[in-house]
């Protein structure tokens, strides 16, 4: 999970790292009121967006008044941004971050990673940060120091100042770094932290050492132990998920929608892969993925069921339910008719029901007086499924 600029530098803020003093802005009347209040001789305003790459793509700008800020929070929030690190149409501009503009005198690059190879935390830290690293480290990855960051321990600031000594630091500014580094893994540690970023970390033409750009990602595995970032992350799914397939998580259902015709309710994501491979092996095109867990109720499964039938693409519904001990068919059977009962269309459906209560599933659906055609096994489901695209098709 990918946190916005701004949530990163509040976070990482707790920790005893230096930032800059700013707020989030989400209009350009509102940045124009939140630079008056702070009243800094100089802003940055910086679009908030989970790409990077921001700097060289005119992400980053600076103003010197807060009717400048306006103007160009107002410019930042009007049209998408796009950057070596989005999607070619690029990523929407929701906010803006106003904060206090920094003289840089010197821009360290310094990260907290997982490696992966060794299980265990790795601080990487160039001399030469700012907006190129990426590229020049590709160049040479002589341009990055690595240095290895024992978890298990809390990391005496000592063991950092070798990483201060490398980027070519001395003295008091050295011992800063080395607290600043050391602060990034107490971050990594303390949040379930994948990737502490900071870049640059500037040091100031007046000698302060200030994270002026920050990126974390959190392990989205951990974030039962972090109910203030679980929250985050609804935000964040809020702001960039389909709601479709939002809600379907509510409702215990993995769904993604796909560009096809044939709907396809499943359980088990295993179970899930194998039916769309049977269909696109056969020529098919599945309309969906759909991975109905064990934990959704038949009111649930109805919610799925119908975000199928409601796609007008879908042209046949195949549901291939294998029932076990928690997820049984007949619960499926239940959540099908609700859905055909609430749909506004009738599409031809095509059941493979196997496993627990397999025949009281059918007998369910029959009682429901939903037709049906009753495949003997996942083959036979396919074929069928088939035979219905050719015929709609010709
Ligand atoms: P990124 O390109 O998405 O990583 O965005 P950054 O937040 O790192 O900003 C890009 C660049 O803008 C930085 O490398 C700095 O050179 C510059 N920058 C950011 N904030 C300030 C600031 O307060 N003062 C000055 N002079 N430059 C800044
Ligand atoms: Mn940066």
Redesign the pocket.
């Known amino acids: 999970m990918n946190l916005y ?1 701004f949530q990163a530098k509040e976070l990482i803020g707790r920790f005893g790292i230096d930032i ?1 003093r700013g707020r989030v802005a989400g209009s350009a009347d509102d940045a124009e009121r939140l630079a008056r209040r702070m009243a800094f001789p100089r802003f ?1 305003i ?1 679009a908030q967006i989970h ?7 005119g ?2 700008r ?1 103003a010197s008044s807060p009717d400048d800020a306006r103007i160009v929070a107002g410019e930042l929030l009007a049209k998408p941004l796009v ?1 070596s690190q989005t999607k070619p149409s690029g990523e929407r501009v929701r906010w803006v971050y106003v ?6 005198a010197q ?1 360290i690059y310094a990260a907290v990673v997982v490696d992966r190879a060794r299980g265990d935390l790795e601080l990487l830290v160039s001399a030469a ?3 190129d690293i990426e590229e020049r480290a590709a160049a040479d990855p002589r341009v990055i120091a690595r240095f290895p960051v024992d978890v298990t321990m809390s990391p005496p600031e000592s063991d950092f100042i070798g990483a201060a000594h490398a980027v070519g630091l001395t003295g008091g500014i050295a011992q800063k770094a080395a607290e600043v580094f050391a602060n990034m893994a107490r971050v990594a540690t303390g949040l379930d932290a994948t990737l502490v970023e900071i ?2 970390l ?1 040091i100031t033409t007046d000698g302060r050492m200030i994270a ?2 920050a990126k974390l990602s959190i392990d989205p595995n951990a974030l039962f132990r972090h109910p203030a970032l679980a929250a985050l992350r609804a935000q964040i799914q809020m702001d960039e998920g389909d709601p479709k397939e939002l809600a379907a998580d509510r409702h215990q259902i993995n769904y993604q929608k796909m560009d096809g015709r044939i709907g396809v309710v499943v359980n088990g994501a295993g179970l899930a892969l194998a039916t769309n491979d049977m269909l696109i092996d056969a020529g098919g095109k599945p309309a969906n993925f759909m991975d109905i867990r064990t934990t959704a109720s038949s009111l649930d499964i109805a919610y799925g069921v119908g975000v199928i039938l409601e796609n007008p693409a879908t042209q046949v519904v195949l549901i291939n339910i294998h029932g076990g001990g928690m997820q049984r068919c007949d619960t499926v059977a239940e959540g099908v008719a609700v859905a055909l009962r609430r749909a506004r269309r009738q599409v031809p459906l095509v059941v493979c029901f196997a496993g627990n209560n397999a025949d009281f599933a059918r007998t369910r659906l029959k009682g429901a007086g939903v037709s049906f055609i009753d495949a003997r096994d996942m083959s036979d489901a396919v074929s069928h499924v088939m035979s219905i695209v050719a015929k709609a098709a010709a």
């Not at 790409?51 to 793509?57: D, E, F, L, P, V």
């Not at 904060?99 to 840089?104: G, L, P, Q, W, Y």
């Open positions: 600029e800059p940055a910086k790409g990077g790459g921001r700097g060289i793509a992400g980053v600076f950057t904060e206090e503009a920094f003289d840089i821009e940060g700012g907006v870049n640059p500037a002026l750009d």
